[in-house]
Structures are given as C-alpha cells and as structure tokens.
C-alpha cells in the first residue's frame, strides 16, 4: 500500500519539475524574443504560451 502512495508522489513531483522547465523554457524563449524587438508583447505572448502580463515582466527585467 505504501509503495503505491510514494510512486504516486513521486510521478506528481516529477511532473512538477518537468512544468517548471517547459515555464523556463518559455520564458527563456520570450526573453530571446523581447532581445531582437520585432515582435509585439501580445505576439510574443500568443508564440510562447505566456500571459502578456509575464512577458510585460520579462521585459521590465530586462531593463534592469
């Protein structure tokens, strides 16, 4: 019974991890996007998956 509950929190725990890297990604795909400046907010939004407002926070940081 127990090995069953640890396979099942250790499946969720990796599908976690696997989440986090597809977001990274994204926003590392974003930022790539902001850096050449032919692309709007919205578009670049709409091509990676993120909020428009993540990718408005995206580019704040990079003007830092």
Known sequence: MGGALI???AKTILNQGKSQGINETKRETALRLLKRGKL????IAEDTGLSVMEVEQLKGLQLM
């Open 7 to 9: 396979e099942t929190e």
């Open 40 to 43: 709007t907010i919205e578009k």
